[in-house]
Each structure stands twice: as C-alpha cells, then as structure tokens.
C-alpha cells in the first residue's frame, strides 16, 4: 500500500512579484439601493417567511443579500429576491460568496414593474444567473397578464433553459415541493410554495401556522 501524501504546508514568508491587492465584495452598495414600494416589500417578506419557517433549520436561505459569483469582478453580483442553499443550517451572513458557500440550487425574482424599479434589466438578470449556475430561477411578475405571472428555468448543462408553466404552477424542483400563486399577509396574489400544485396544502409562515393552531388547537 503506497503512502499517502499529505497536504503541503505553504511557507508564511512568501514574496510576490507584484503588491497582493485584495478585492472588497461589499455587503451593501449606493447603487444598487433603489426605492422599494411596501407592496414589493410584502410579497418578497411573506416568501422569506415561508422559507424560514419550513427550512432554516436545513438549509441556508437569504434575500436581497448581494451573491459573489466572480471573483475577478465584484460588480458583477446578484441580489436574489429569496434563495436557497441546501445542506447547511441558516446563519446571519450579510453576503454570499459562491466559493465560500457554494452555488444556491434556486433563486428567485419577484418583479412589480409598475411601483419598484430594478437596477438591472431582466435579461442581464438572466445572463448573470447562467454565469451563476444555479440549477432552478423562478420568477414573479406581478404586473404580468394572468396566466403568464410565473416562470421558471432549469440548468440544462451549461444553458439556463426556459421551463413550460401552464396554469401558474410549476414544481420546485429544489424542495421537492409545487410554487403557485395563492394570497397571504393580505395579499390578493404572491409567490408560494405549496406540497399539492392546486396550491391546496400551502406552507405556512409561522405567524399563519400559530393563527392556526390558535383556531383549531386540534390539528
């Protein structure tokens, strides 16, 4: 049996021909700090909830936290509306960097047109989420014509390929789960997640779940 080598240990004085000048990938950035109607605001916090209530304890879950997926290019970020990163319990990162963390297996963008404004086009959007390599994107649009409110994408090899939504219902791939369109926090419509794709058995937020519990102790 050979022996097996072990990791070599690199010398702390090592010189480099040129001054090592490190990147910042900040947590925050004026640029991309754009106005958010309450509207948006609500649609994105009731998605968070969901997340957080069923999966934190699982996964590592973030919104409109900026995502590093280049580490040449700092500018070059994201800021998911909700993402999900399986296989680690949630903590309070305030940014994620794909080669620290890993690549989310779903993002999503939920778009109101009409009332908060996007720093980036959708189609640069879409561009950055291929480089990315996130292997499910969903989006919401609000403003959108019924019907055509939800869409999603699958990573095929190297390719971000379009998914065929009929009836504002796709499964996630991601969790196993179904994303419909339902009410909540008040809302008419938002962003979903439910265990059936007729959106019957919703997963709750937790302020939804002890509702109730307080009004049917029984279940």
């Not at 010398?11 to 021909?17: A, G, K, M």
């Not at 791939?173 to 339902?182: N, P």
């Amino acid at each position: 049996m050979g022996v097996m080598a072990k990791p070599a240990r690199l010398p702390t004085d090592l010189r480099h021909v040129r001054p090592v000048q490190p990147l910042q990938f900040p947590s925050s950035d004026p640029e991309w700090e754009m106005p958010e109607s309450k509207r948006h605001k609500r649609l994105c916090a009731l998605l968070y909830s969901i997340l957080a209530h069923n999966f934190a304890a699982q996964h590592s879950m973030g919104s409109d936290q900026f995502v590093y997926f280049d580490t040449r290019q700092p500018k070059r970020c994201l800021a998911p509306d909700a993402f999900v990163k399986l296989g680690t319990p949630d903590d309070d990162f305030r940014s994620w960097s794909t080669w620290e963390r890993g690549i989310p297996e779903v993002c999503v963008e939920i778009l109101s047109p009409s009332d908060t404004k996007e720093k980036l086009t959708f189609r640069t959007k879409l561009a950055r989420y291929r480089a990315l390599g996130t292997p499910e994107l969903v989006a919401f649009d609000i403003d959108a014509p019924a019907g055509t409110r939800l869409r999603a994408w699958d990573r095929v090899g190297r390719k971000l390929v379009e998914r065929d939504v009929t009836h504002e219902t796709t499964p996630c791939r991601t969790l196993g789960l179904h994303w419909v369109l339902a009410g909540g926090d008040g809302l008419p419509v938002a962003l979903r997640l439910a265990r059936d794709p007729e959106g019957r058995e919703l997963l709750l937020t937790k302020v939804e779940y002890l509702e109730r519990l307080l009004a049917d102790p029984a279940r």
